[in-house]
């Protein structure tokens, strides 16, 4: 239910000024989106003005209301996005019609609101205050003058116009007396409600923040917020200043500009959004003209996802003959299937062809353009991947803002997905649509993490004293981004994706990956592996999940001091078939007889702690689906796995050479 229509606020109500870092990212945010979300809610409680827009909003819905048994954040979620938009919308285009003052002025007093907000929240959750949230606005909302659009140096002005606002709110709530008794003396404000006196400290202790010594509390926050410690302040306070440092890196100061092009973007999200295209092939036509008119990027080539092979096919587009391209994202490097496994884009130049797929270096070539981009169609559930090529320029634009021109991507396979969808779901498509969102939602912090990673390899270089751990980073993201993907399948492709191994190799990179589960408890890890050992064909992420299950197992039944060997042999059986062996043996007490029988069954782990009991299963599926066997020896003085692939590809699983 909408709370109000969709048209601007009244200009009156608009009396308070936005810190721009988080209006942009509000704008950002709501684009295209079908509801609020947590992110949107989070936002709007970061900044004092858009604080007090959602405060009318849901008193509107809920007149009357107790805030304080109200979770804010979840209600703004919930809340009509129409309405929601319709406030940034117009909180923006305010903004840009009367910039705000001095940038310095106002960055340090959202600083301050921020810092105490933390504080009193803190405050409340030590004195088992019910609304945590409440206290959050309070004392954010205690800097609301400082907002003030046209109070200029007038802080008696700017305080009335801010009171006057937190008075007209039609919920039940002490937020307009904590701004009505900011100045008052400590000792007369000692039997005011918990609210006020908790906000108010909070202030003392924070107005003068960052200048203020964490070790020297205000005598006023320790009259206001008793019982409390003077080393808990202080606390607080430290934990204070890490918070706000990164709310300020993650909301950074916005030009004018910069509002004007989210807005822009916004609306070219909302316009996407409202299409309503025949087939996907019609809304990725429209996306590729909308990019090629507006961005200049072109010469653009669609590659439909084969639920059935797992293949990126091309597809004609616009009357354009079909590409003759076909990806098998598994173990590929080009840019659409790390678009398609990370569910973001992906830019590519020609500044660096070693590190670009030949397909993408042909791609831009014969297109006669600088450099391409990767943008995944689809939401939820991949359609494919959009190409499209330009000029470095051009593309700076896409990876500069990479949410962007994933929204656009998501929007224009949104629509035909949710019209060939079935009514309704059965438990297991649920849950199947609920991996797959699931899966969407990490594959984009883990791109994100990809590319950082990428960043921080060039300005150190191949020599660097941790280029080694940074490359084993790498694959394992691409590791994890596998793993996702193969969840979001509607059906894997046939077959496994083998390559040939270097076990060794692999084993050392586990060693150095799980050095903190050993270094710090005085275990060692003793490596004995054959420099003879030959490349195993296999799928090298099952052989490492396999590995990396049994030398985590291992370490967690070696006492402190003891020791996990790690062996490997080139073996060869009675009938002269070769082998890879690989041996684990931890130094633990080994395992109960009564257990024996079922250390391979998903049974209920005796570890405690959470421990499913389900790692040894997983490792014995996983052994055999790459033709691999698994047995164990078990004593007082340790256990010992032994596993053994046949080197020949495509061998069937055989007895223990």
């Known amino acids: 239910m909408s709370l109000i229509h969709p048209a601007q606020p009244p200009a009156e109500k608009l009396v308070f000024i936005s810190h721009p870092g988080v209006l942009a990212r509000l704008l950002a945010e709501l684009g295209g989106a079908t509801d609020v979300g947590e992110a949107g809610g989070r936002l709007f409680m970061l900044d004092p003005a858009l604080a007090l827009l959602a405060l009318e909003a849901l008193g509107q819905l809920h007149p009357g209301c107790q805030l304080a048994d109200m979770q804010f954040e979840q209600h703004l979620a919930r809340l009509d996005p129409v309405t929601v938009k319709s406030l940034a919308l117009a909180s923006a285009a305010e903004q840009l019609a009367s910039p705000p003052f001095s940038p310095e002025t106002l960055e340090t007093g959202w600083r301050k609101a921020l810092a105490t907000a933390h504080f009193s929240r803190a405050l409340a959750e030590k004195a088992g205050y019910p609304g945590l949230d409440e206290a959050w606005l309070a004392g954010l909302l205690c800097w609301l003058p400082r907002f003030a659009r046209n109070a200029g140096s007038d802080a008696e002005a700017g305080r009335q116009q801010a009171l006057a606002a937190l008075d007209r709110l039609p919920l039940r709530t002490f937020l307009p007396d904590v701004l009505r008794y900011l100045n008052e003396p400590a000792q007369r404000l000692r039997d005011a409600a918990p609210l006020v006196r908790m906000a108010v400290a909070a202030h003392r202790q924070t107005m003068n923040y960052p200048a203020w010594i964490p070790a020297m509390p205000h005598p006023d926050t320790l009259v206001l917020a008793a019982p409390i410690e003077r080393e808990q302040i202080s606390e607080i306070y430290l934990a204070m200043g890490r918070a706000v440092d990164t709310l300020a890196a993650e909301n950074s100061y916005r030009q004018s500009g910069e509002i004007a092009r989210e807005l822009s973007r916004m609306g070219r999200l909302e316009m996407v959004a409202g299409a309503h295209p025949q087939d996907t092939a019609a809304a990725v036509l429209s996306l590729a003209d909308s990019l090629a008119s507006q961005d200049g990027l072109g010469q653009a080539i669609y590659l439909h996802l084969n639920p059935r092979s797992g293949a990126l096919e091309g597809q004609a587009l616009g009357g354009r003959p079909t590409p003759p391209i076909a990806i098998q994202p598994e173990g590929s490097t080009t840019a659409a299937a790390w678009a398609l496994l990370t569910r973001a884009p992906v830019v590519v130049t020609l ?138 399948q509607d059906e894997a492709p046939t077959g496994s994706f083998l390559e040939p191994t270097d076990v060794n190799a692999l084993i050392e990179d586990l060693v150095k990956v799980t050095d903190p589960s050993w270094q710090n408890r005085g275990v060692r890890i003793v490596l004995a592996l054959d420099p003879a050992l030959p490349l195993l064909p296999c799928d090298r992420d099952k052989l490492k999940q396999i590995v990396l299950n049994l030398l985590l197992n291992a370490l967690e039944a070696t006492p402190e001091g003891g020791s996990v060997r790690l062996e490997t042999n080139a073996l060869v059986n009675h009938r002269q078939e070769k082998f890879v062996e690989i041996l684990v043996a931890d130094s633990g007490s080994g395992i109960p007889a009564e257990l024996a029988g079922r250390v391979f069954s998903p049974v209920e782990s005796a570890k405690g702690g959470g421990h499913a009991g389900l790692g040894l299963s997983i490792v014995k599926a996983l052994t055999q689906a790459i033709h691999g066997t698994i047995a164990f020896k078990s004593h007082a003085t340790g256990t010992t796995f032994q596993l053994s692939f046949p080197t020949a590809t495509g061998a069937p699983p055989a007895e223990n050479p």
């Open 351 to 488: 500044d660096a062809p070693a590190d670009a797929a030949v397909l993408d270096l042909q791609i831009i070539r014969q297109a006669g353009a600088e450099g391409l981009a990767a943008i995944p169609i689809g939401s939820g559930s991949p359609l494919g991947v959009l190409l499209v090529c330009g000029s470095r320029q051009a593309l700076s634009a896409v990876a500069a803002n990479p949410m962007h021109y994933a929204r656009l991507g998501e929007l224009a396979g949104r629509l035909v997905q949710a019209a060939t969808a079935a009514p309704s779901q059965s438990g297991g498509e649920a849950l199947a649509a609920k991996v797959r969102r699931t899966a969407h939602e990490i594959n984009n912090p883990l791109g994100i993490i990809k590319n950082y990673l990428a960043i921080l390899k060039i300005k150190l270089g191949d020599e660097a004293p941790i280029a080694d751990e940074l490359r084993i980073m790498h694959e394992e993201l691409d590791r994890i981004v596998r793993i996702m993907r193969g969840m979001v």
